[in-house]
């Protein structure tokens, strides 16, 4: 049985009536909802596009529903996962629960089991929930490191084109920085050029597990860059995602893609580190990455998860998160993402971003006032993924959820699992795959 709450009309002209909509989301002047930061309005829906948003009320009854102030939002975007690791948490789960634990258990797995049947039955798995919780786009980073970059990106170029109109899928590679001070490197930009991908590495060295900023950072960075600059690609980067405050390589990626004049876009992941540091160093780091254009995607779910763990069952005293007001406040543009799924990175998740922003909103108190922050799980990856999504606008397809919630405070207190999911005007099935689908690759 379909969970959606709402039955979309069976006509091609139809009208979804008195919803409340992010005020940031549309475009025009509307009626104030009757709760903060939201408009009141009618949407027109014709052939599977927005054809008119109105002031709630003005269309007729007959046209469609009276949704009550339910709570429309666009689809949403996720512009920072792994669908690769995805679901691998029942045959190989973190021991420890921090990121070093994560790392090897992932390197184990990895090495065991990721053949192309393998990735590809958990990636499809991972945008199959994606899609019926209302993603309607995805950016996935693969494991790069030789020969996984082989087998995976094959298998990435696939699944996007299978996939392709229900949630549109972008990749970044992701290796240790120091495969690019050799040979692997040069061949992995390849493999990401001719997958239409970013190129993207973990600001660390393999070969320095213990240096956050290794010796030859700079030189590794410099390659990493006339690498993309010479194939036209954007980066996409894991930068300082650690307690330690001596990792400051955020700073360096800036005054890199300032040094040569980079004309790509560059998203930085996590940039945790950067929370531990004084204030003058962090507005003098935000300041940098302003100037060098780059965008932030913070990912708190699993920043909570894995970090200022210990072995000794003491309690975790910091929440693990970037200092995304003070980004946010300096004009870059900040996203929330879902990172990790059941894997040894993140042992919870469900591809859910509603789910992502709910959360967020309390780990990083991004509220009182809510304001915006709508954008950083809609509008924002969208713009930082360079599609056009994630705002409600006429012309767009209606590609949409609509929400028993009839405001912020009722979307954020109570999990949103009778959402009605509507893609091209038409509501899908929300019912979710089921794990046991897995249990063959999985379950051992
Ligand atoms: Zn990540």
Same mark, same amino acid.
């Given at each position: 049985?379909?969970?959606?709450?709402?039955?979309?009309?069976?006509?091609?002209?139809?009208?979804?009536?008195?919803?409340?909509?992010?005020?940031?989301?549309?475009?025009?002047?509307?009626?104030?909802?009757?709760?903060?930061?939201?408009?009141?309005?009618?949407?027109?829906?014709?052939?599977?596009?927005?054809?008119?948003?109105?002031?709630? *009320?003005?269309?007729?009854?007959?046209?469609?529903?009276?949704?009550?102030?339910?709570?429309?939002?666009?689809?949403?975007?996720?512009?920072?996962?792994?669908?690769?690791?995805?679901?691998?948490?029942?045959?190989?789960?973190?021991?420890?629960?921090?990121?070093?634990?994560?790392?090897?258990?992932?390197?184990?797995?990895?090495?065991?089991?990721?053949?192309?049947?393998?990735?590809?039955?958990?990636?499809?798995?991972?945008?199959?929930?994606?899609?019926?919780?209302?993603?309607?786009?995805?950016?996935?980073?693969?494991?790069?490191?030789?020969?996984?970059?082989? &087998?995976?990106?094959? !298998?990435?170029?696939?699944?996007?084109?299978?996939?392709?109109?229900?949630?549109?899928?972008?990749?970044?590679?992701?290796?240790?920085?120091?495969?690019?001070?050799?040979?692997?490197?040069?061949?992995?930009?390849?493999?990401?050029?001719?997958?239409? *991908?970013?190129?993207?590495?973990?600001?660390?060295?393999?070969?320095?597990?213990?240096?956050?900023?290794?010796?030859?950072?700079?030189?590794?960075?410099?390659?990493?860059?006339?690498?993309?600059?010479?194939?036209?690609?954007?980066?996409?980067?894991?930068?300082?995602?650690?307690?330690?405050?001596?990792?400051?390589?955020?700073?360096?990626?800036?005054?890199?893609?300032?040094?040569?004049?980079?004309?790509?876009?560059?998203?930085?992941?996590?940039?945790?580190?950067?929370?531990?540091?004084?204030?003058?160093?962090?507005?003098?780091?935000?300041?940098?990455?302003?100037?060098?254009?780059?965008? &932030?995607?913070?990912?708190?779910?699993?920043?909570?998860?894995?970090?200022?763990?210990?072995?000794?069952?003491?309690?975790?005293?910091?929440?693990?998160?970037?200092?995304?007001?003070?980004?946010?406040?300096?004009?870059?543009?900040?996203?929330?993402?879902?990172?990790?799924?059941?894997?040894?990175?993140?042992?919870?998740?469900?591809?859910?971003?509603?789910?992502?922003?709910?959360?967020?909103?309390?780990?990083?108190?991004?509220?009182?006032?809510?304001?915006?922050?709508?954008?950083?799980?809609?509008?924002?990856?969208?713009?930082?993924? *360079?599609?056009?999504?994630?705002?409600?606008?006429?012309?767009?397809?209606?590609?949409?959820? !609509?929400?028993?919630?009839?405001?912020?405070?009722?979307?954020?207190?109570?999990?949103?699992?009778?959402?009605?999911?509507?893609?091209?005007?038409? *509501?899908?099935?929300?019912?979710?795959?089921?794990?046991?689908?897995?249990?063959?690759?999985?379950?051992?």
């Amino acid at each position: 049985m379909n969970p959606s709450f709402l039955q979309t009309p069976d006509t091609s002209r139809y009208a979804l009536r008195r919803l409340s909509a992010p005020t940031c989301l549309l475009d025009g002047e509307f009626p104030a909802a009757r709760t903060e930061g939201l408009s009141a309005v009618d949407l027109l829906i014709e052939q599977g596009r927005i054809a008119g948003i109105e002031p709630a *009320g003005t269309l007729p009854a007959e046209l469609g529903p009276d949704l009550d102030a339910s709570m429309v939002l666009p689809g949403m975007v996720d512009c920072h996962t792994h669908l690769d690791k995805g679901h691998i948490w029942p045959r190989q789960p973190n021991a420890t629960g921090d990121g070093a634990g994560a790392a090897k258990a992932t390197m184990t797995d990895r090495s065991a089991h990721w053949s192309a049947e393998d990735v590809r039955r958990r990636m499809e798995f991972g945008l199959a929930t994606a899609h019926a919780k209302g993603v309607v786009a995805i950016r996935t980073h693969l494991d790069s490191v030789a020969p996984q970059a082989s &087998i995976s990106f094959p !298998v990435l170029r696939e699944v996007r084109e299978r996939w392709a109109g229900r949630v549109e899928l972008q990749v970044s590679s992701i290796a240790p920085l120091d495969i690019f001070l050799g040979d692997e490197g040069r061949q992995l930009a390849d493999i990401v050029a001719e997958s239409g *991908g970013r190129l993207g590495a973990v600001t660390r060295f393999a070969k320095h597990p213990d240096n956050p900023v290794p010796p030859e950072l700079d030189d590794a960075l410099a390659r990493l860059f006339t690498l993309a600059m010479e194939r036209g690609l954007d980066l996409d980067l894991h930068v300082d995602e650690s307690t330690d405050p001596r990792a400051r390589t955020l700073i360096h990626v800036a005054q890199m893609a300032l040094k040569k004049d980079f004309q790509g876009r560059i998203l930085c992941g996590h940039c945790t580190a950067l929370a531990l540091q004084t204030d003058d160093y962090i507005a003098s780091t935000i300041a940098a990455c302003r100037d060098a254009h780059i965008d &932030i995607v913070s990912l708190p779910t699993v920043n909570m998860y894995l970090q200022d763990r210990s072995p000794e069952a003491r309690t975790p005293r910091w929440r693990g998160v970037t200092t995304l007001h003070e980004m946010k406040a300096a004009g870059l543009r900040v996203a929330v993402a879902g990172d990790n799924c059941r894997d040894p990175f993140y042992a919870y998740g469900d591809h859910d971003m509603l789910d992502t922003f709910t959360q967020a909103v309390k780990i990083g108190h991004l509220d009182h006032p809510l304001g915006d922050w709508i954008r950083a799980a809609t509008e924002t990856p969208a713009a930082i993924m *360079g599609i056009d999504r994630g705002r409600i606008e006429v012309g767009s397809r209606a590609d949409l959820l !609509v929400l028993k919630a009839r405001s912020y405070s009722e979307m954020l207190a109570r999990a949103q699992f009778d959402r009605t999911v509507i893609r091209d005007g038409k *509501g899908i099935d929300t019912t979710l795959p089921d794990y046991r689908l897995l249990d063959d690759l999985v379950m051992g």
